[in-house]
């Protein structure tokens, strides 16, 4: 938060069981939160109660179309990722015509840099603070480990202003 600018709308991904959308209930006006698991998805709704926060039983991605999940790990409901083809809607970010964002934060393992790409008219207008999780798991998108960082620079002016466990922190210069 020390990072951020306002206090408007955070979009957020990965939305698993609610503790991140829910955390951020109570620091903006709005939260968008996307989570693609169904599972996941009716646990976060149960969890996640408060009237400013707008849960997507959704993907975030480049483009719009269908995904399904993948479970490498049977015992852990934080590893799931995004296949293509599928029942689930995959939308982009600028769909939700957010103009006041000041806060993108994706933990879609490895999907980062594909949700970003469908926020790119986003992050033009808005310019907010983003954070991603980058801890190598983009390979399986064709990503390598700090791509994310070189294609926010070269398209927006972002550079890495600081970290947490494996998260970076982007802001526009």
Known sequence: YPFLKGSRTAIQAGG????????????????????PDP?????????????????????FGEKPGKVSMS??????????????????????????????????????EGAELSALKGAAATIAMSKPLIVVEDKGLSSRF???????????????????VGASKRDVIYACE
């Open 71 to 108: 479970y490498p790990q049977a015992d852990n409901l934080g590893a799931q990722f995004v296949v293509p083809g599928g029942d689930i809607d995959a939308i982009t970010i600028d769909s939700l015509c957010v103009m006041d964002c000041d806060l993108i934060y994706l933990d879609v």
């Open 16 to 35: 698993n069981m609610g503790a991140f959308p829910w955390k951020m209930a109570q620091k903006f006006y709005a939260v968008i939160t996307a989570e």
């Open 142 to 160: 064709g990503t390598g480990k700090g791509d994310i960082g070189k294609w926010l620079a070269s398209t927006f002016g972002y550079r890495p």
């Open 39 to 59: 599972e996941c998805f009716r646990c976060l709704d149960l969890n996640v109660k408060e009237r400013n926060v707008t849960k997507l039983n959704v993907a």
